[in-house]
Structures are given as C-alpha cells and as structure tokens.
T-cell receptor, first 113, second 113 residues
Framework: NAGVMQNPRHLVRRRGQEARLRCSPMKGHSHVYWYRQLPEEGLKFMVYLQKENIIDESGMPKERFSAEFPKEGPSILRIQQVVRGDSAAYFC???????????FGPGTRLTVT | AQSVTQPDIHITVSEGASLELRCNYSYGATPYLFWYVQSPGQGLQLLLKYFSGDTLVQGIKGFEAEFKRSQSSFNLRKPSVHWSDAAEYFCAVGADRDDKIIFGKGTRLHILP
C-alpha cells in the first residue's frame, strides 16, 4: 500500500518562473492538505482540499499561490512568479473522510535561485 | 486560536538515557494531539496520537505521551533512547474533524554516544 507520493522531490526554479508541485494521496484518501516548512520552522498549514473543492485556504498567500485537487489525478500546488522567499519544503498530507489522522508525503524541496 | 509551544529547540541526551520532550497547547475544547518525527530530509512520521480516553498513549518505536488537561500539556517520553532516535520532533494539535493541524516549531533531539 503506497503512501503519499510527492514529486518532484527537489525542484529548482529561477525567480519569476512557475513551480508546480504534485501530490498523490494514499489509496482511498479523498482529503489532501498542503503545508510549508521554512528553515528552522515548523510546518504551516496552507490549504485543505477535497476532490474538486477547496475547503480551507486560510493559510495560502493571497497572490501567486493556487491549489487544486481534480476529480482525476494528483493534487497540484502551483506557485507563479516564484521569489526567493518561496524556497521551502512543501509537504502534502492525506486522510480518509471522517478520520483525523493525516499521513505525510516525503515533501518537495523548492529552491529559488 | 489554537497554538502549540515546544519550549525546547534543542535537547541532547546520552544514548540509553530517558527522554521527555515538552509540548503545551492552547485550545478551547478537547484537542486532538499528535507527535510526529522528522528525520533529516524526510517527511513526517506519526509517532502517536490522542483523541480521547486513556490519557497515556503508546506509540511506535517505544514512545509514549501523556495528556494532562489541567496543564494543557502533551509531553513525549521514552525510557531509553537509541542513536537512531536523533531527529526533529513536532507536537501538533488538531481541531475539528478533517481540519488542519497546527504544528509546534519542533525540538531537535541530539544523541550522545
């Protein structure tokens, strides 16, 4: 039973480029969460999605960031026009409907040069 | 608002010694509490969780944690640490079902041989 999968594991972008991070939840999980971890910081919640719906995006920056979880395929976190401050590890977690436990993927480490 | 405080940024213990990592939370209702462990460059692994019932919970890798409502604490303990326990440990609190998790800033555990 595969766990949460994220790709790429490492991503390097130049300032102004777009970054697309993918997350495939565990089999049977319909809820996806994205978190950002800055150096020396804990994880900060960004967005919570269910299939085709954004449930809570209170942690998402107002500009340049967007997320989706389509009916088919992985969840995507998209960062437009990246800046150096976007350099961080981005983690995806998934859970079953009605279950509080979240299972985390290995993360995508984004470096903006 | 929910919050989690891990007062110790770094802790160093000798291999074979006992360990206690502190965690205090702020939340109005009964929280859902978690401890996660993160090895360098890796994702987060759930060590244990508390939702209700017995306030002493057992987790994986020989860890346990005790929920103390009166002290708003959920400290993690292990009677004898192993060198492989060196990692970063995050305490986290969840609110309602299927909602985001709020993380503390983490405690980095160092093990002396």
């Amino acid at each position: 039973n595969a766990g949460v999968m994220q790709n790429p594991r490492h991503l390097v972008r130049r300032r102004g480029q777009e970054a697309r991070l993918r997350c495939s939840p565990m089999k049977g999980h319909s809820h996806v969460y994205w978190y950002r971890q800055l150096p020396e910081e804990g994880l900060k919640f960004m967005v919570y999605l269910q299939k085709e719906n954004i449930i809570d995006e209170s942690g998402m920056p107002k500009e340049r960031f967007s997320a989706e979880f389509p009916k088919e395929g992985p969840s995507i976190l998209r960062i437009q026009q990246v800046v150096r401050g976007d350099s961080a590890a981005y983690f995806c977690a998934s859970s079953l409907a009605g279950v509080r436990e979240q299972y985390f993927g290995p993360g995508t480490r984004l470096t903006v040069t | 608002a929910q919050s989690v405080t891990q007062p110790d940024i770094h802790i160093t213990v000798s291999e074979g010694a006992s360990l206690e990592l502190r965690c205090n939370y702020s939340y109005g209702a009964t929280p859902y509490l978690f401890w996660y462990v993160q090895s360098p460059g890796q994702g987060l692994q759930l060590l244990l969780k508390y939702f209700s019932g017995d306030t002493l919970v057992q987790g994986i890798k020989g860890f346990e944690a005790e929920f103390k409502r009166s002290q708003s604490s959920f400290n993690l303990r292990k009677p004898s640490v192993h060198w492989s326990d060196a990692a970063e440990y995050f305490c986290a609190v969840g609110a309602d079902r299927d909602d985001k998790i709020i993380f503390g800033k983490g405690t980095r555990l160092h093990i002396l041989p």
